[in-house]
C-alpha cells in the first residue's frame, strides 16, 4: 500500500516562490516534496538511533542535529 504524504504541497509551492521561481510545475512540486519527505525520514530514523543508542527513549535537538550532518554529507548519492 502506498503510503500517504506527509508535506502538503502549499508549502513546497511556496517555498520555490519565495525562493524566486516565477512559476512551478506541478510535477517539480511533486519531486521537491518528495526529495525532502525523504531527508526527513532518514534523519528521523537515524535521530531515533542515535537516542536509543544514548539508552533515551527521547530525541533530542543534538540527535537531530548530528543525524542531519552526518544524512548531510551523503544527499549527493541519495538519488543517484
Do not use: W
Request: glycine share 2%; proline share 4%; hydrophobic share 45%.
Amino acid at each position: 500500500m502506498k503510503r500517504e504524504k506527509e508535506i502538503p504541497l502549499a508549502p513546497i509551492d511556496r517555498i520555490l516562490h519565495e525562493e524566486g521561481c516565477a512559476r512551478v510545475s506541478e510535477d517539480a512540486s511533486r519531486l521537491l516534496r518528495d526529495i525532502v519527505e525523504k531527508i526527513a525520514r532518514i534523519i528521523a530514523r537515524e535521530a531515533c538511533e542515535l537516542a536509543a543508542h544514548a539508552n533515551r527513549k527521547t530525541v533530542m535537538k543534538e540527535d537531530v542535529l548530528f543525524a542531519a550532518r552526518r544524512i548531510g554529507k551523503q544527499i549527493p548519492t541519495l538519488f543517484e
